[in-house]
């Protein structure tokens, strides 16, 4: 070791270093350190390949596990389920009832019928409902004129209002009803 | 030591027997880090064992004792960072203390002014200290230590400069 800068003033300090570093070597040496070595080759080999093996594939195993149990849930779930019931002909019925076009004691004759008479009878029905609500809605539109140029439309009474938007929810429902797109039973 | 290779490597098999000539130059770094042999020992077996089980992804055979040193300066870094080289430097400096006979004056006040060296360098910040070992125990030129650390050389001399000027000032103080 040379100290150029320091020489003088760093002797006892590196005699120090000297003596602990000679001391320290010969325990060193006395040690079979090629043997420890070894002996801890082998027990890293033969303890730590299980740990880097789970370490390096647990982590794509457990993530491959958990998709296949979530699809297989999926799947399971979706083919089990109860399959919705269809809206019958008596719930369209009911539900088109309050409109105007639409005459409930004949829909009722229709649903008691059997077969497919009947079936075709009511389906009739139905579409004559829709297709009668459709034209007064028509019909009402054409009565409320708008006044071109002017940009205001005209003011309707709450009554009105409310008669409006019944008949529409009213369809809306059969509609739906009748697209199986209704949580309603 | 055994004529059989320590570790079978395939091409690297050389290099395997290679490192193990620099056994004591990775064990004196580890001396300096932990100033303990025990310890230091036990510091050089994980670095053999972590360089062994790396050797094949050296690439440069001719900077083999800087790699191994890098690890083992890693290696010790890592375990001062777990604080269990600090605990066991200060049971290191109270064993050097006990150990001490009262026939044995000379030798007490040499194991004293060790302590105080031991404590000197272990108050170093750690860039500097880490030069300070690397060059007072594994007796790295400025250029290994530069390859080792990756730092400019001149760097290094002023890290080293201030680092002994510093232990020396402490030392100082304590004879004084």
Known sequence: ?185 | MTAEPIMNTGEGAASGEEIMTYQEDVFRVCLGFSRNPVEAEDLCQDVYLKALRKIGTLQDRGALKAWLLRIARNTCLDQQKRGRLFRLFKRSVARDDARVGPAQEGEASARERLAELKEAVRRLPAKQREVFVLREYGHLSYAELAGTLGLKQGTVMSRLSRARKSVFGQMNRGKS
């Open chain 1, 1 to 185: 070791m040379s100290h150029k800068p320091l020489d003088p003033d760093f002797q006892e300090i590196s005699a120090l270093l000297k003596k602990e570093e000679d001391e320290a070597l010969a325990f060193f040496r006395k040690r079979n350190f090629r043997a420890r070595l070894e002996v801890g080759l082998q027990e890293t080999a033969a303890v730590k390949w299980p740990a880097a093996f789970f370490r390096r594939f647990a982590g794509p195993v457990l993530t491959t596990v958990l998709v296949l149990v979530l699809a297989g849930t999926v799947i399971l779930v979706r083919k089990h389920r109860a399959p919705a019931a269809a809206p019958g002909f008596e719930t369209l019925a009911s539900a088109l009832s309050p409109l105007p076009g639409f005459t409930p004691s004949l829909a009722k004759e229709s649903a008691a019928m059997t077969g497919p008479a009947g079936t075709f009878e009511l389906a009739d029905l139905i579409g004559q409902a829709l297709a009668s609500a459709e034209k007064i809605k028509m019909e009402e539109e054409k009565r409320i004129s708008v006044p071109t140029g002017t940009g205001k439309v005209p003011r309707l009474s709450p009554g009105r209002r409310m008669e409006i938007l019944f008949k529409e929810k009213v369809i809306e429902r059969a509609l739906r009803l009748a697209t199986d797109d209704s949580k309603e039973v």
